[in-house]
């Protein structure tokens, strides 16, 4: 490895010996996601998994990708790197688990002006604690050193996850009714979408940043804007053992209006009861800072709601139990009705 090295190359921005550094940092952290099917070690050509077939008659492969967006320039300006890698690992296994879907693997990209081995193991961190949130291994990645490309302080964070599913056991919204009701799992703020509009309302003045309100719960503004997003995997992996989950969203970009609808099948709509829903602070601070209507707000972010479930009127009771149990502060939000209207809100 100590004869891998071009002055040449490293005078043009890149330093290879920078990456090997920063592979040694990273390996303690991908070391704890390993589960029983991770045949290979970091550093290789390709991450090698052997999944564990047991009881399941149809494999289906679920795939999902995902970055963490423009949130990265909070990182930048807070200098804070551990817990966007979390951001990167929900996006993609909120998404597969939607499916019904159990996450097996990850893997993450990260591109970078210029490689401070340290800094990409923060970022590591992160992702390697979402992965043990989901309980998916880590078992590959890259780190791109593009000087020119990036600015030398900057860098880009996506990722690429794969889970299974027993082919009957894949969520069919066919058996939907009116009349089923739609369970929220609370958000942790603002989650990793619709940055581009909290960029235009809050700014990125680190003073700004740094203002701590009592309305955060004492927080600064930075703070509570980077709070990773929540990963739903192993509680909705119980849910889908005790009930029959009729349809999962997960709240990203486009907020209630895109998303819940992605969940329910043409002649039917979602009734939301508005006063039900529990809003973060962090919410009415970006609403009265940029004078944003109500409708734009629940049309761009989660609004406190990360992912919501649709379950039978009958399981309703059972459905909140057990995501309690699971570690959720699980709540009724709305229920299904007649019509193609999308999202109703009453």
């Known amino acids: 490895m100590d004869k891998s090295y071009s002055p040449s190359y490293k005078e043009a921005g890149v330093d290879i010996t920078a990456g090997y550094k920063a592979v040694e940092l990273m390996k303690q952290h991908v070391k704890r996601t390993a589960t029983g099917g991770v045949c290979s070690d970091v550093g290789g050509f390709g991450g ?4 564990d077939l047991t009881g399941i ?11 963490v967006g423009t ?16 951001d990167c690992v929900a996006m993609c296994v909120n998404d597969i688990i939607c499916c019904g879907a159990k996450p097996l693997i990850f893997l993450d990209y990260i591109a970078c002006g210029k490689l401070v081995p340290e800094r990409i193991a923060e970022i590591v961190k992160g992702v390697a604690d979402g992965c043990c949130m989901a309980g ?5 990645g890259e780190t791109a050193e593009m000087p020119g490309f990036y600015p030398e302080n900057e860098y880009d964070l996506a990722g690429f996850s794969t889970g299974i599913v027993d082919k009957g056991a894949i969520l069919d919204n066919s ?19 619709g940055f581009s509009l909290v960029r235009k309302v809050i700014g990125t003045d680190p003073h700004i940043l740094r203002e701590r309100l009592e309305s955060l719960g004492g927080k600064s503004i930075g703070e509570a804007l980077l709070e990773p997003t929540r990963i739903y995997v192993k509680p909705m992996t119980e849910l889908f053992k ?4 009729k349809g999962v969203s997960h709240i990203t970009g486009g907020g209630f209006y895109e998303n819940i609808p992605r969940s329910i099948p043409k002649g039917l709509s979602a009734t939301i009861d508005k006063k039900a829903v529990i809003t973060p602070p962090i919410f009415d601070l970006i609403m009265r800072r940029g004078n944003i209507p109500e409708r734009d707000m629940f049309n761009t972010f989660n609004m406190g709601v990360g992912m919501v479930a649709i379950v039978a009127k009958q399981d309703a009771e059972k459905a909140l139990s057990v995501l309690a149990a699971a570690g959720e502060a699980p709540y009724v939000i709305g229920e299904v009705r007649e019509g ?3 999202v109703v809100f009453r």
Do not use: W
Not at 136 to 140: F, M, N, P, S, Y
């Open 48 to 51: 090698l998994f052997e999944p």
């Open 57 to 67: 008659s149809k494999p289906v492969l679920v795939s999902g990708t995902d970055g």
């Open 71 to 86: 949130k990265l320039k909070y990182a930048f300006v807070m200098d804070k790197h551990d817990t966007v890698g979390i």
């Open 136 to 140: 998916a291994a880590l078992i590959g």
């Open 175 to 193: 058996a939907m009714v009116p009349g089923d009701v739609i369970i929220a799992l609370r958000s942790s703020g603002v989650h990793s979408n």
């Open 242 to 245: 005790a009930v029959k989950v």
């Open 340 to 342: 193609d209207d999308g």
